[in-house]
């Protein structure tokens, strides 16, 4: 299926995405179906391409192909020159590779010393006994009780922001002495950020003039003016299966009955069989072999999610999630375009030799303070596990893992530091002054929400609604914009304050806040 | 004023006896509980408390004083009080049992059997020890099936033990000796049987009810509001047969959860009910949630219908009730309960705020300040649910006539604007001129 195109980068693109899908389950499936297909009374021998091709149109397994494909397209970053290193699709700018490089040292460095202190292996094959109590215990697992004291969280989100403030360009002196113009905040890197007339127009579906969930479904606007159809749509697209059409949907967000659905289709997450012995096979490495950072997890979940007020009922299931997400080494594919690289381990006593090393955890991916929040949300959605693991797995790999690894990605945690900082500058300079002024920079608030994806700030309901959007735009960029819009929303109280304290008493409780309407004034009703 | 039948006639503070539903200077309250109740009657602008002996307008009396006294206390018209002095038809397990059993039977008389089957949402009780025979009858016909007994007046999950075996009853029966509370003089205690729900409906592998509030304004003709916030309370503990003697799984009210070793207070257990709607929509779809809501407004009238021949209907009197629901796997909501004094003392932050809202438009609709029509369908964060008759959702006020596409006026689990709604109900009224 090469076609010869002049634009290399576009034939590059299709050569890439065909390599990857010739190894997956929907490619034997398509075969199947095709050779299935050969018994057909509608299939002729002399038309046989047309033929099959019609069939698969019509029996719906094109629309699968195309939603894979697309899946593909919103995942990998589009192909660099051919003659560039792996690591450029990692992460172009080498200071950035450098500094990801040195913060994952310090991470594995933390992680190694708890070990060590604790006298704990990282891994360790469970006595039999123990491996029928756990899977006796399997859907309670919340109810053990393990002496977690010793623990403490490899890092914590607060860590991670002193490392991004220190961050610079070697390559870049702009020569400027420092004042009122220059960037005053935390984050002191030249990446290119979106001003809010190109953020009107990326985000235009968050308009004034197009109907939203969260806004023209509140019980003052009659039904039929928007929400009624806009579920109508909603049903359709489910029905056409159309996982490009659903993105564009969810711009304007899910209705609540039909939001798992969509998801599932945008994410191209379908729960086939195989998906579910893939989880299986998790579950038993689980139950098989102990990780150190299960601890870490379970000492995460109990901080975090157990004590808010309506993630707790999930903790559960939140085990059942983060304990095989661990051991899950297909996560490993999203480091090609991740500018993390995931730690590597050796086998005891064999330091440095590589036939005997391993990526630790099987999944590359430590858990720091607060991990578990991402999970949560999925659990209003999503009740069987393996289709809520999946999920989670899949949100991971497109969009959580740039929350917390340095890079310059727009959607990079770099990238939304500098647009929630500029934006604030920009449109509320007086507010960012004062707050600077009394040692209260805005980020040291803001750092929190948007690393955790605003889990656990928000009300589930306005939460939900926001990762819509972030589904829908496939960008994370929401985030730093919805920070600037709490920050104007509260600004008067802000301009009072004179402690850091008092700042981070006005913006304690975001429950009370409504997503949609505070994005739409900020954006689109205030002026530039 | 209210008083004692043997005081003067004419109140003490000189105050003219004005019309009943004048706007009064000052309205004279007494307040029983030292909860958020008291927080919000001192806090209503006009309302002032008044000692032990004063007179008041307003009483949030609790129900050993209403045993005692509300006989022989003289009320003025527009004197207000919180409880009706025979509430415990509704309230008291075996009571409401007699009550719901006789009225399933005269709607079967009027209007055949599948109507009848709309008061099936409660599980099947028997009254002990004067229905033994008939239990102990049902228990051999369904071998196997967990049983739980309640002492018929105590609440907060007090003496409440499950069994499967009728030897467990016997020997209970025998000793005369309580599961626990020695200290409590009651001798002869009544108990009712009722069949547990052995298969409820769980969130996180955990068992929840909900409660719901409905405040009743008069029983003749019946007149009951529902309100839009509520909340569900989950055990702490993951949901299994298995272990029936451990009280903190099956026993989902909050009193029981305290003292349960692994509670944790800052948890609060307690999902709003807004949210447990969305949950619910989100997994089944919005059809299924309103069949299933629709069903609970049903449980909420069958069961003031069954006592409204019952109850004193004093016009001095309002009620405040909690309801107490299940859902089982199959989403069919059951009535466990119904509290004439629902507690007001909040376990959390964000439950205080919903008691407050609660009672503050409680008191709104009890408007002793005389501001209100009579024809409103919505206070607040209330609306109006049965008004001698359904009330339709669809625009205009009480006196509207019903038409073909009827939906109910309810809105349990909605967003609770009740701020905004207040404000535009009270500002034309303040400029009228009231005769």
Redesign the interface.
Known sequence: MMMLEQDTGLSLAIAQIVQRLKGSSLHSQLERQARGSLHKPEIKLDSLKEDIKEFLKTSGWEKRLQNAVYSELNVFPSPCHPAAPPEHMKEPLVYMRKAQGSWEKRILKSLNSMCTELSIPLARKRPIGEQKELLNKW??M??D?PDLSLFRPVYAPKDFLEVLMNLRNPNYENGDQPSFRNHLGLIQVPLKVKDIPELRDYFSELGLNTGQLGIDD???VPPELFENEHVRVGQTVLTEQDSAAAQQYVRQGC???L??ELWALILNISNQPEDILYYEQLKSNVIQHDLLVDSLIYKDVKLTA??D??Y??????LYQVLLCFSRDTSVLEHFSYSSATPPKSYIRGKLGLEEYAVFYPPNGVIPFHGFSMYVAPL???Y?EPSKLYQIFREMYVRFFFRLHSISSHPSGIVSLCLLFETLLQTHLPQLFYHLREIGAQPLRISFKWMVRAFSGYLA??QLLLLWDRILGYNSLEILAVLAAAVFAFRAVNLMEVTSLAAAEAVLADLSTLKVMPLLQIFLFATVT | MAKNKNAGHKGSYGYQKLKEREPRACIRFKCALTNTILDILRRRPGWVEVKEEGEWDFYWCDVSWLRENFDHTYMDEHVRICHFRNHYELTRKNCIVKNLKRFRKQIEREAGKLEATKCDFFPKTFEMPSEYHLFVEEFRKNPGITWIMKPVARSQGRGIFLFRKLKDVIDWRKDGIRSDDQKDETQVENYVAQCYIENPYLIGGRKFDLRVYVLVMSYIPLKAWLYRDGFARFSNTRFTLSSIDDHYVHLTNVAVQKTAPDYDPEKGCKWMIQRFRQYMTAKHGAEVVETLFAEMDNIFIKSLQSVQKVIISDKHCFELYGYDILIDQDLKPWLLEVNASPSLTASSQEDYELKCRLLKDTLHIVDMEGRLTGKEKRIGGFDLMWNDGPVSRAEGNVDTPVNESFMANTHLGYNNDRKKQLKQLFKPLHTQQKV
């Open positions: 859907n309670e919340g109810t009780e509140s019980t003052q209705p609540t009955a939001r798992a157990s004590n007020d309506y707790f009922v999930f903790e559960d299931y659990c209003f959605l009740h589930t309901d």
